[in-house]
């Protein structure tokens, strides 16, 4: 990998940030203000989580927002493939919050409509900050390898995120159990892996989320050029 010098110019002139960080937290807001009504009316903690999913789907825009203000965090290769270590550490927990429309008529004492609209609004500033994430990084990433190509970096990258929300929704491991809990993890995903067919369901969901989070992404990604 070609070693590129990286200044504040040459990446913040592809990402303009200010305004589209004041209309997500706008967003997030919004999301953070139907939770607590929520709990005022029934004075039940329900999808209190929510608000921390919300915050761990923060820290990979977080991450790449940092480097878009201080390149000198990767201006090393060290130094780079740490950061992006890091991002793909926490990426999957903003795309996972798309999951939670399975918690959607699980509690019976608020009308299915305001349920509908809480976790949509949280599964759409996940997407959000998950979509925003990974411009920024793919804009980082051709930076230092101009010759990559677009798919090079998307395909990997939702298919690892697709693989996380699995572990994360269906084997109920977080992104805490790669520190605390690190061997039976380690086990899980070595049977996906070894045993493919047995677990057909679990690569089925997999892929799909893959191809669904791509051509999310390519989506907004083209439209964000359409409206420009």
Known sequence: MNTVKLTAFNIRRFIPRDQIDKALSLSVLFSVAMITARIIHTGHYTF??????????????LITRAITREPRMIDTRAKFIIA????????????????????????PNMPRW??????????????????????????????RVPQLREWWFLAPVMFLNAW????????????????????????????MLVHPFQNKLAWSMVLCYAVMMSLMYVTLKQLSKAIR
């Not at 926490?90 to 509690?107: K, Q, V």
């Open 48 to 61: 209190l989580s929510l608000i921390w999913n919300l915050f761990l789907g923060f820290l990979p825009y």
């Open 84 to 107: 992006f270590l890091l991002w793909l550490f926490w990426m999957p927990n903003a795309f996972y919050i798309i999951t939670d429309l399975f918690h959607l008529g699980s509690t």
């Open 114 to 143: 305001f349920d509908l609209a809480l976790i949509l609004s949280c599964a759409w500033n996940g997407m959000l900050m998950g979509v925003l994430s990974v411009r920024q990084m793919e804009k980082i990433w051709h930076q």
């Open 164 to 191: 996380g929300i699995y572990i994360g929704r269906f084997l109920r491991y977080n992104t805490w159990d790669i520190l605390s809990n690190p061997f039976e993890l380690f086990g899980e995903i070595v049977a």
